[in-house]
């Protein structure tokens, strides 16, 4: 079974920074798209950032500029460097991982936990 294990997450204040990690437990040859998606109090999770295996990376509208993600593919992790957060930044953030290659078999659509992120105005 693979497990998706984020960290990074935290209290800030308003035009602080943080960066977020996920790592797979298991033995993993390769994940095909990983991403970050934030979920705010009563309101549905949506897209934040994704990543392809091959470095093509794709953000919401409301986080260009702002926030960067990247993975090492070594260690099949991905991160989320937040830059310039603001309060409306608030809220829990999932990894999520599609197609993650094991030797047994191809996982589709993984999530983590979660972590909170919090920013103070």
């Known amino acids: 079974q693979v497990q998706l294990v984020e960290s990074g997450g935290g209290l800030v204040q308003s035009g602080g920074s943080l960066r977020l990690s996920c790592t797979p437990s298991?033995?993993?040859?390769?994940?095909?798209?990983m991403g970050w998606y934030s979920q705010a109090p009563g309101k549905q999770r949506e897209l934040v950032a994704t990543?392809?295996?091959?470095?093509?990376?794709n953000y919401a509208d409301s986080v260009k500029g702002r926030f960067t993600i990247s993975r090492d593919n070594a260690k099949n992790t991905v991160y989320l460097q937040m830059d310039s957060l603001n309060p409306e930044d608030t809220a829990v953030y999932y990894c999520?991982?599609?197609?993650?290659?094991?030797?047994?078999?191809?996982?589709?659509?993984?999530w983590g936990q979660g972590t909170q992120v919090t920013v103070s105005s």
């Open positions: 990543i392809t295996q091959s470095g093509t990376a």
């Open positions: 999520n991982a599609d197609r993650i290659r094991t030797a047994w078999t191809i996982l589709r659509n993984q």
């Open positions: 298991g033995n993993i040859l390769s994940i095909n798209v």
